[in-house]
């Protein structure tokens, strides 16, 4: 199983393999031709509030992972994150995030949780 992160400003590369946009919003200056986006699961990534709780420095990247894990847990989170590991099964994956730290992002702690990690 491969699964990486990206920026999703970064041009495609051949070995992305299925380009997933993990991101609620849709990246600022991007047109979708450039982005290359093969799925967008909008329920798969963090809920608003969780997202400007995050992004107002009010809590630490741990508290923000177990929160996020939470609301994984919810049925259709749950669901479209079993798919992505089914995509991963079967060939490379890139997870796409506009996050200028993809590091301390919500597609890091995805990452975590589908137990791989490709660079």
């Not at 990246?27 to 986006?37: E, F, N, T, Y």
């Not at 798969?44 to 847990?73: C, I, K, Q, V």
């Not at 479209?80 to 997870?95: D, F, Q, W």
């Amino acid at each position: 199983m491969s699964v990486r992160v990206r920026r999703v400003y970064e041009p495609p590369e051949p070995d992305d393999g299925v380009r997933v946009l993990v991101d609620r919003l849709w990246p600022r200056g991007l047109s979708k031709d450039a982005a290359h986006v093969d799925e967008w699961p909008k329920a798969l990534t963090p809920s608003t509030e969780l997202r400007r709780w995050y992004h107002a420095g009010e809590g630490s990247f741990e508290e923000f992972a177990d929160r996020y894990e939470a609301e994984l847990d919810a049925p259709e989170a749950a669901e479209l994150l079993g798919h992505i590991r089914e995509l991963a099964g079967k060939g490379p994956v890139t997870l796409l995030t506009a996050s200028k730290e993809p590091e301390q992002s919500h597609a890091e702690v995805l990452v975590r949780l589908l137990g791989s990690r490709s660079r």
